[in-house]
């Protein structure tokens, strides 16, 4: 039924002529400014077992024994204690020993569930590895078996490991399934009278791409993303100070990453993941390798000293760094640069380089502090910003506006940032659907002079804030505002960008995922079509004179692409009916001829992808004849059309 109905749709979409246009949009085709690269793109934060359980590909939950519950994650059976004597890795000191639990029948082991359970796929080979030594400083030989199990609790793969030595060494087997199972596991069980030590238990897939799962950064490098927003979002700012994000902390070894809390485990009581930490396995390196994987700039934030303001008062001194403490907090940010910039030759540069990139990254800009506000704020920006413009004039500074779309705060984080003369503002909104489109037309009367605008965090969150068809449809509306002021609005990142379904904290979020496989949202698509058709140049678009911000229900706005010579528009009808709409090329060269149509719609705005229907929301293309300098499109009540001249 449904299919059906999305046919008409689209065959009205390309029918041009005929039907008695209502409407009259005029484009002048006459390139205006540029378009920044960076217009459309990604924000991520470790937030719905984004990192760890999610794009970071590790299957093992603690597997360096670091939590401060040291075998959670684990069912140990047997003879097991943990212990941080000649640790392995000295900044992750934990690790586990297995002994002869006494009689032969009882056996010693663990069992590790993953994240939700592990997710097998037939015929995939899976990478196990494990640092171990004999815990018997005499000598002898440990062995144990290592296990893939299905949820029925039948083993599906097995190896054994021998360790004849008493330092630590890495031992590593490809296990290979051969089932697809949601919710597998792994167990070791210790084979050997001769007991041994192990830490840093790991399992990947062989699919993943520098430790990452290769779907999901295939659902990142699909958005055409010109700007990749890292690490957040709050965890970069931290419940205290202590629990910051630190990004020197993410590089070097995986092994010797050292554990932090992950405040998304414990900030929601209704929803409580006590299992949720940063290995931070996906760190910094990471981020900059998938940045330029993905063809999107890297924009890191940092933390200017201030814990979260939401969870702390103002007046604790506990809550942020005081003035003349604030160098070594400066220090990371001129040391990031240096990472990612710096030559081989310098301290962090040469990290990078180890690291096996010895090529820079090429960073462009930086944002410091997440979702501030009130004094504290500037005081501290501005001690940034001046060691920072000293060092390295060229980098581009992002200060934030706070956390709401206007308001006192905002007004006054606005007015600050204008004194401080940042580069970028960063802003934050997440509002009704009601309120995207409304707001189409937020943009069309700021200053053009001073700071950008990075629309940093936003997303439409309607009623029980899913990733229906009535949100993405208000994004894709109040997004045609943005193009429209691509002079001042220089980025913008839709946010949260990954959700696990089993363990989310905050909806609704881009990408949803399981073990398994991912859904790209409605919102997804709109992303994309907005990625893949950003242009290179803004052109006006207007009906009698005014940009198209509503009337009707319809919302437009259009772009040159000098790259591939063509003229894009898109227009959102987000009314009940279907409308039809002339639209009137000026002062082209040349007449037009064919657009590539690409339509977004569903006539149910609760319609939503999910991982058991991925295309309930999915762009179909056609082609459009046309000849001339007008064209006669028809647009389908509540969709979302891309038109490529
Ligand atoms: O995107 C989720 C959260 O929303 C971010 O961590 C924070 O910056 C904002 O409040």
């Not at 943990?82 to 663990?110: C, I, M, Q």
Request: with cysteine.
């Amino acid at each position: 039924m449904k299919k059906t109905k999305l046919i008409i749709s689209c065959m009205a979409a390309l029918a041009s002529i005929g039907a008695s246009a209502q409407h009259r949009f005029t484009v002048d085709a006459r390139p205006g400014g540029p378009i920044q690269p960076t217009m459309y793109g990604i924000f991520f934060e470790d937030i719905n077992f984004g990192a760890d359980g999610g794009l970071y590909a590790e299957m093992v939950e603690n597997r360096s024994f670091e939590f401060p519950d040291r075998l959670m994650g684990w069912n140990a059976f047997g003879n097991v204690s943990v212990a941080d004597e000649k640790p392995a890795f000295e900044r992750n000191p934990h690790y586990v020993t297995l002994r002869r639990s006494g009689h032969t029948e009882k056996v010693t082991g663990l069992e590790n569930r993953g994240f939700f359970g592990m997710g097998l796929k037939k015929g995939m080979h899976y990478d196990f590895s494990v640092y171990a030594r004999i815990t018997d400083l005499q000598g002898g030989t440990a062995r144990f078996r290592v296990e893939l199990v299905g949820s029925d609790d039948v083993p599906i793969a097995r190896d054994t490991i021998t360790v004849t030595n008493n330092k630590w060494q890495k031992y590593t087997a490809t296990l290979t399934s051969n089932k697809t199972d949601a919710k597998g596991l792994m167990r070791i069980f210790l084979m050997s009278d001769q007991g041994v030590d192990l830490d840093h238990v790991s399992l990947f897939p062989e699919d993943n791409w520098h430790g990452l799962r290769t779907d999901l950064v295939k659902d990142l490098e699909d958005l055409h993303p010109g700007i990749f927003r890292f690490p957040g979002g709050c965890i970069v700012e931290g419940t205290d100070l202590a629990t910051r994000y630190q990004w020197k902390n993410s590089v070097g070894p995986v092994e010797n990453r050292p554990l932090n809390e992950n405040r998304w485990n414990y900030t929601f009581p209704h929803r409580l993941y006590p299992n949720y930490y940063q290995t931070y396995g996906l760190g910094f390196y990471e981020f900059f390798l998938l940045s330029e994987k993905i063809g999107a700039e890297p924009l890191p934030i940092l933390s200017c000293g201030l814990a979260c303001q939401f969870q702390n008062k103002d007046n604790d001194k506990n809550a942020h760094v005081c003035l003349d403490d604030l160098q070594s907090y400066i220090d990371d940010a001129l040391d990031l640069i240096e990472f990612a910039n710096g030559p081989t030759t310098s301290k962090w540069g040469k990290l990078r380089a180890d690291m096996g990139h010895p090529t820079p990254f090429n960073l462009k800009q930086i944002g410091i502090g997440n979702e501030q506000w009130g004094p504290l704020y500037p005081e501290r920006l501005e001690k940034f910003m001046k060691q920072i413009r000293a060092k390295y004039p060229n980098i581009r500074i992002c200060g934030s506006s706070g956390p709401s779309a206007d308001g006192k705060d905002f007004d006054y984080g606005w007015k600050e940032m204008r004194k401080l003369n940042v580069d970028l503002v960063d802003e934050h909104y997440y509002k009704s659907p009601r309120w995207f489109f409304d707001n189409a037309t937020r943009y069309d009367n700021y200053s053009r002079k001073g700071p950008k605008v990075f629309a940093g965090e936003y997303a439409a969150h309607g009623k029980g804030s899913r990733n229906n068809w009535e949100a993405a449809l208000s994004e894709a509306c109040f997004m045609t505002g943005l193009e429209r002021n691509a002079d001042v609005v220089y980025q913008a990142t839709y946010a949260p960008l990954f959700a696990h379904v089993d363990g989310w904290q905050w909806k609704p979020d881009l990408i949803w995922f399981d073990n398994l496989t991912s859904v790209r949202s409605a919102n997804w698509y709109v992303q994309m079509l907005y990625g893949t058709n950003r242009g290179t140049n803004m052109l006006k678009l207007t009906e009698n004179g005014k940009p198209v911000t509503g009337t009707d229900g319809l919302y437009a706005s259009a772009v040159y692409d000098k790259d591939s010579k063509s003229y894009i528009v898109k227009i959102g009808n987000a009314s009940d009916k279907e409308q039809t709409v002339t639209l009137g090329f000026n002062n082209l060269k040349r007449p037009v001829s064919t657009a590539k149509v690409t339509l977004l719609q569903s006539s149910d705005i609760q319609a939503e992808n999910s991982i058991a229907n991925k295309t309930a929301i999915v762009p179909q293309t056609s082609e459009l004849p046309v000849n001339g300098t007008n064209v006669k499109v028809i647009l389908p009540a509540k969709s979302f059309t891309v038109y490529r001249f």
